[in-house]
Nanobody, 123 residues
């Protein structure tokens, strides 16, 4: 059983930066593939970024070069550093975890989910 708690969301002007954190419970955090997704009002939840056990990373084209996913296994925490934020990045951001080695781009690739944190980018 893994519980995920996101933090770090807020209101930021376009061009600004935010760092989201995802704190996980449990002793086996290093065995989990971690992902970040987002959901804007009226839209489906979409993949943002993924980091594997070996810290291999993968990003959606819309955030590539602007967002960086990372993890600190000693702190049981995953991060999403967001820079050059755009109005269209406004959404609720969710972290997710799973021990299976899936593509990681689909919501059904992850079993555990956090409650989400709101990111609002003003234009």
């Amino acid at each position: 059983q893994v519980q995920l708690v996101e933090s770090g969301g807020g209101l930021v002007q376009a061009g600004g930066s935010l760092r989201l954190s995802c704190a996980a419970s449990g002793r086996t955090f290093s065995l989990y593939y971690m992902g970040w997704f987002r959901q804007a009002p009226g839209k489906e939840r979409e993949f943002v970024a993924r980091i594997g056990r070996s810290e291999r990373t993968d990003y959606a084209d819309s955030v590539k070069g602007r967002f960086t996913i990372s993890r600190d296994n000693a702190k049981n925490t995953a991060y999403l550093q967001m820079t050059s934020l755009k109005f269209e990045d406004t959404a609720v951001y969710y972290c997710a975890a799973d021990r299976r080695d899936r593509s990681g781009h689909m919501a059904y690739d992850y079993y555990y989910w956090g409650q989400g944190t709101q990111v609002t980018v003003s234009s």
